[in-house]
């Protein structure tokens, strides 16, 4: 059907060329350009200038804490999500819908209500936070708050891409392999997992890329505290505020060569699944 | 095999984590909560007090920073930010701490010289190259030939400052006449080319966008301006009378007791009336109250009548409920 519709379109030269060059020239200003700028501001004052700003101290501990939050993002996240889709696509048992729902809180709301959600609840005036402050715990303004927001609106990603595999895939394999007398633990690791292996990295892509460039939510708790709560996003408008465009766009390029590399992994990652698929299909074929 | 890395991953993170908060706990730490922009001031003065400090009592103090709005940065310290002492370019967001918080005495203002706000500025003019306008006072901004940028009062004290001063101005020069001052002003707004949301903003829209023959913030930041964009080519025009632009401090005392910093904390805030230090101050373009500094630094700020919150509107209460309250004076000038 598709292709028949596009042919179609591409029977009169003139609608296929203005439309391509349409799309070349909107990709090309909306996204080529802006990107290809981010590193022509960031080397402005040469490779020297790039690599004075990017060993700044509090550049350097903006990295570290971004990639620390990661570190523990991504593991939290991954355990989360398999466990998530696991039971609601092998289970059946009351309110399994609304579940499926509830996972997708974290995406329609936006990060900074996120944010603020937990400031209520932790934050020093917050029920659970006044508690807090009295046993001397500091949640909010600090990177355990950081992580909390940041696991907060990273926690669909996994989940996400798992259950609709899951769910096509089916439990036949599953069932075959109880019956064979797997315990729960190989079934898991010998079946299930070789089967999800892509989408899961998939998911932990995503995570991973959300993560790290995290500003809504993790502005609201972070406290802006240099040298200690400041996320790289932070930081670059930090630096851009001071009117150090430079620096600001330096730490901004480290962003995008994460979106970069991740846009990579993401294409490669597409290409296996698509490979395990169309291997699937010619197995049930 | 795909557990135990991420375990290990895990551990290694909580490590680096933990290992990152103890490793400052040797020495003595002081937060800082301070208004954006202001963090070369302060990374300075910081390393001017860390001397002193060192020389006084033998301890080594180093001085954490945290930047942002300030009315946003006072919000946090209400919601549990321990800062230490905190450094604003707004009165009311200090007030706030005490009337949200109750983290601050009442009379906190009386705590130190000069009203608690040991440096001061104004609101001045930048012009384009030669000043092709001839742009000298409030009442050029009303001209319809000129037309001036700065950023909306509705959300941004920068903004809020330029509008009071211009009112200032308006009833000095009608001696007070009500109905004129408004229509002065409403002018004045009238002839506003962009209102950005702050400060930051508005630069973007004078600078790279070329809009505006004007563009008003305080007269600290202007020079910042000009070293940020040299090409330019662009002047300081200080008006003859401006606002008194106080930029207050506090310790914040429940939380600099909790944190056992009080001593230090005071001694930090204490430390920024000092000669050396309003010296460092006037070198970023502060108005400083230190005689002998401002005998030194004469020539850089030009001589002008600063009216103060009280003048103009009674107190900042008065403020914003006259001008900035919603439907409030500010709102009906606006309507064109």
């Not at chain 1, 700044?56 to 939050?69: N, P, Q």
């Not at chain 1, 819908?97 to 996972?103: A, C, Q, R, S």
């Not at chain 2, 930048?126 to 009303?142: C, E, H, I, Q, T």
């Not at chain 2, 004129?180 to 004045?188: G, N």
Request: charged fraction near 20%; charge should be negative; aromatic fraction near 10%.
């Amino acid at each position: 059907m598709q292709t028949r519709a596009s042919l179609r379109v591409g029977d009169q030269p003139w609608v296929k060329w203005s439309l391509i060059s349409l799309a070349l020239f909107i990709v090309g200003t909306l996204l080529i350009v802006p990107l290809v700028a981010i590193f022509v501001q960031a080397f402005g004052d040469g490779v020297q200038g790039f690599l004075t700003n990017i060993t700044d101290t509090y550049t350097l501990h903006a990295i570290s804490l971004t990639l620390l939050v990661a570190a523990l993002t991504i593991p939290l996240n991954l355990v989360f999500g398999v466990f998530l889709a696991w039971l609601v696509t092998r289970f059946e048992f009351p309110g399994r819908k609304l579940l499926i729902t509830l996972i997708d809180i974290p995406f329609a709301v936006s990060p900074v209500v996120a944010g603020l959600l937990y400031l209520l609840l932790y934050g020093s005036n917050g029920w659970l936070g006044s508690w807090l402050m009295d046993q001397d715990v500091q949640l909010m303004f600090s990177w355990p708050g950081i992580l909390m927001v940041t696991v907060f609106v990273t926690c669909p990603f996994v989940a996400r891409e798992l259950i609709p595999l899951m769910q096509q895939q089916g439990k036949e394999e599953e069932e075959a392999g109880v019956t064979l007398g797997a315990s729960g633990w190989q079934l898991f690791r010998r079946v299930t997992l070789p089967n999800i292996q892509w989408a899961l990295i998939y998911g932990v892509v995503l995570t991973n890329a959300r993560a790290m460039g995290e500003f809504g939510a993790v502005s609201v708790v972070s406290g802006n505290i240099r040298g200690e709560t400041n996320t790289l996003p932070l930081h670059v408008e930090l630096l851009y505020q001071d009117y150090n465009a430079v620096g600001a766009f330096t730490s901004a390029s480290l962003l995008a060569g994460i979106a970069l590399i991740t846009l990579f992994v993401k294409s490669f990652v597409e290409w296996r699944q698509a490979r395990q698929r169309r291997v699937l299909d010619e197995v049930s074929e | 095999m795909k557990l135990v890395k991420h375990a290990k991953s895990v551990a290694l993170a909580l490590a680096i984590g933990l290992g990152s908060s103890h490793s400052f706990a040797a020495e003595q730490t002081l937060l800082n909560s301070s208004y954006d922009i202001a963090r070369e001031l302060f990374a300075s003065y910081n390393e001017h007090f860390a001397a002193v400090w060192k020389e006084k009592t033998g301890n080594t103090v180093e001085v954490r920073q945290s930047h942002g709005g300030s009315s946003r940065q006072a919000q946090a310290i209400i919601e549990g930010l321990r800062a230490d002492v905190v450094t604003y370019n707004q009165v009311t967001d200090v007030d706030i701490l005490h009337t949200r918080g109750k983290l601050i005495p009442a009379d906190w203002r009386d705590q130190l010289p000069n009203a608690s706000s040991p440096y001061y500025s104004t609101m001045a003019y930048l012009v384009r190259k030669g000043n092709p306008k001839g742009v000298s006072n409030w009442d050029d901004l009303a001209r319809d030939d000129v037309s001036s940028v700065f950023p909306n009062p509705k959300t941004s004290g920068n903004g809020r400052y330029t509008y009071l001063a211009a009112y200032g101005y308006a009833q000095k020069a009608f001696e007070g006449d009500e109905a004129k001052a408004d229509e002065f002003v409403k002018t004045f707004l009238s002839r506003v080319a962009v209102f950005d949301t702050g400060g930051r903003g508005a630069t973007t829209t004078f600078v790279e966008r070329g809009i505006g023959d004007v563009l008003i913030t305080f007269e600290s930041e202007v020079n910042n301006i000009i070293a940020e964009f040299p090409d330019h080519g662009f002047e300081v025009v200080v008006p003859k009378v401006s606002f008194l632009a106080e930029f207050p401090v506090a310790v914040v005392e429940r939380h600099a007791t909790r944190n056992g910093n009080l001593e230090l904390a005071k001694a930090y805030l204490d430390e920024l009336y000092s000669e050396d230090a309003q010296r460092l101050l006037a070198g970023f373009n502060y108005r400083v109250h230190n005689e002998v500094v401002q005998a030194e630094f004469a020539d850089q700020f030009p001589s002008v009548e600063l009216l103060t919150i009280e003048e103009i509107a009674g107190s900042w209460d008065d403020a914003m409920s006259i001008h900035f309250a919603n439907g409030a004076k500010l709102d009906q000038l606006q309507r064109r």
